[in-house]
């Protein structure tokens, strides 16, 4: 993977991180800890490198959308089960 793709990647990352760490500041009913941001960053970073896996590799342009779509569905749905715990498994945050 070209670095320039890499560092864009990871600063928009970090962009996204500084939305909830901005809110804690504001109020008190966002309240996340170093845990919280770390899996964050995980989820988010392996999402974007894996898109861009799939953009590089796969040259049907109908079957890089749907896969992407897929896999951000998927971070959707595990970014819901963590914050609110949608499914009931154990790793809701409840």
Request: glycine share 6%; aromatic share 8%.
């Amino acid at each position: 993977m070209k670095k320039k793709r890499f560092t864009i990647i990871m600063f928009t990352t970090a962009i996204l991180l500084l939305i909830p760490l901005i809110a804690m500041q504001f109020t008190n009913e966002v309240n996340w800890s170093l845990p919280d941001f770390i899996i964050a960053g995980a989820l988010l970073l392996g999402t974007g490198l894996i898109c861009e896996l799939v953009i590089r590799k796969i040259k049907i342009i109908k079957y890089r959308i749907a896969i992407c779509a897929a896999l951000l569905v998927v971070l959707m749905l595990i970014w819901a089960e963590l914050a609110v715990g949608i499914f009931g498994t154990p790793l809701s945050g409840q």
